[in-house]
């Protein structure tokens, strides 16, 4: 049955997101990387090239049977390093959760969204909310 949903995932994927570079890990409930039988999660990592900081992938996550659970930009193709956009998605795939990160924390604008998709707040995070928290101005 599980390699029935693996291969109905497969072809969910669009043909031309394979012309570039994608790859796809299996995961277990803890978001660690397990062969494809073990897996409850699947992440397809994109390469989108370089910019200014480096190499740049997409990472989409999945459920096992193909459920589309966020979206976002990462700096490494094994380790989350969050650089730019972040989505995460309800049952219905429509955004339950937006915002920007940058260094791996949380920057600029976000927003939050009800079930049924309309907007329920949006809050921003400081520009300087990427620095460390014990990273203070003049400390040597």
Same mark, same amino acid.
């Given at each position: 049955?599980?390699?029935?949903?693996?291969?109905?995932?497969?072809?969910?994927?669009?043909?031309?997101?394979?012309?570039?570079?994608?790859?796809?890990?299996?995961?277990?409930?803890?978001?660690?990387?397990?062969?494809?039988?073990?897996?409850?999660?699947?992440?397809?990592?994109?390469?989108?090239?370089?910019?200014?900081?480096?190499?740049?992938?997409?990472?989409?996550?999945?459920?096992?049977?193909?459920?589309?659970?966020?979206?976002?930009?990462? *700096?490494?193709? !094994? #380790?989350?390093?969050?650089? +730019?956009?972040? $989505?995460? &998605?309800?049952?219905?795939? %429509?955004?339950?959760?937006? *915002?920007?990160? !940058? #260094?791996?924390?949380?920057? +600029?604008?976000? $927003?939050? &969204?009800?079930?049924?998709? %309309?907007?329920?707040?949006?809050?921003?995070?400081?520009?300087?909310?990427?620095?460390?928290?014990?990273?203070?101005?003049?400390?040597?």
């Amino acid at each position: 049955m599980r390699s029935l949903l693996l291969l109905a995932f497969a072809g969910m994927l669009p043909v031309c997101a394979f012309s570039q570079d994608t790859t796809i890990l299996f995961m277990n409930k803890y978001w660690n990387e397990v062969p494809a039988g073990q897996a409850t999660h699947m992440r397809r990592v994109i390469s989108k090239g370089a910019d200014s900081a480096g190499q740049l992938y997409e990472i989409q996550e999945y459920t096992i049977s193909g459920q589309l659970l966020g979206r976002m930009l990462s *700096g490494s193709k !094994t #380790k989350l390093l969050l650089n +730019g956009y972040r $989505t995460w &998605y309800n049952n219905k795939q %429509q955004p339950s959760k937006t *915002g920007v990160y !940058t #260094k791996s924390k949380p920057s +600029g604008q976000w $927003t939050d &969204y009800y079930y049924n998709g %309309q907007m329920k707040m949006q809050y921003s995070f400081a520009a300087d909310a990427a620095a460390e928290p014990w990273q203070t101005e003049g400390y040597a």
